[in-house]
């Protein structure tokens, strides 16, 4: 069964920091992996969709890398800025359950002013 | 403008009562889903639908029901028999495209109460 793990589950940086968010998965057949952010009470905007035979995607600030091989995405935030606090969630789309998506409990981001 | 809409925002529930969530999008999907959101949890699938008058079971599918009959439309009844409701539920919907699927796009959430 595939398992989503996303590391750390929290994380609280000043203003202007680059950073990094981590996702990792237990089974690399996956048609594709998507990242999300959620604002509290809200529902969930789509950030970044990476195709299984994609190996990044980019997006104003954003930058998404996926390794299949190894089971690792990361989702790459570069200047940080208040307004970016949220939470990231990761999902897979496993081949084995067709579109249905699993995912992490997602990393709580706080950047300070 | 394209999107997913889910009503109501919130939704109070006595004990022993069915109660309906609303879930349309006009996107042209083929598949619809509904996912249920706990505090300190991730997202956890209870039922989806790929096609129209078919629908499957996920991971958490005791106390609910579904019916898809209509492209548009995938309304979820958490029926008395689910014991603990109290919770985030959020609506999703995608589509196949070539050997794989769009990205999945979701609604703002109902957010139901047991009162």
């Known amino acids: 069964k595939q398992e989503v793990t996303q590391i750390p589950a929290a994380l609280s940086v000043p203003e202007g920091e680059n950073l990094v968010l981590n996702c990792s998965f237990t089974?690399?057949?996956?048609?594709?992996l998507q990242w999300f952010r959620q604002d509290p009470g809200k529902g969930l905007t789509s950030l970044l969709l990476?195709?299984?035979?994609?190996r990044e995607q980019t997006s104003g600030r954003l930058n998404a890398s996926l390794d299949k091989s190894s089971g690792r995405s990361t989702l790459y935030i570069a200047a940080s800025q208040p307004g970016d606090s949220a939470t990231y969630l990761c999902?897979?789309?496993?081949?084995?359950?067709?579109?249905?998506?699993?995912f992490g409990e997602g990393t709580q981001l706080t950047v300070n002013p | 403008d394209g999107g997913i809409t889910q009503s109501p925002k919130y939704l109070f529930r006595k004990e022993g009562q069915n109660v309906t969530l609303s879930c349309e999008q006009n996107?042209?999907?083929?598949?619809m889903y509904w996912y249920r959101q706990d505090p300190g949890q991730g997202l956890r699938l209870i039922y989806y639908?790929?096609?129209?008058?078919?629908?499957q079971k996920g991971d958490i599918a005791e106390g609910y029901s579904v019916s898809r009959e209509k492209k548009e439309s995938f309304p979820l009844t958490v029926t008395s028999a689910q014991k603990n409701p109290t919770a985030f539920y959020l609506c999703?919907?995608?589509?196949?495209?070539?050997?794989?699927?769009?990205?999945?796009?979701f609604g703002q959430g109902t957010r139901l109460t047991v009162v």
């Open positions: 999703a919907s995608s589509t196949r495209t070539g050997g794989s699927y769009t990205e999945a796009f």
């Open positions: 089974d690399s057949a996956i048609y594709n």
């Open positions: 990476i195709q299984s035979s994609q």
């Open positions: 999902a897979v789309a496993p081949k084995t359950s067709g579109s249905r998506l699993t």
């Open positions: 996107l042209n999907h083929d598949a």
């Open positions: 639908s790929q096609i129209v008058n078919d629908f």
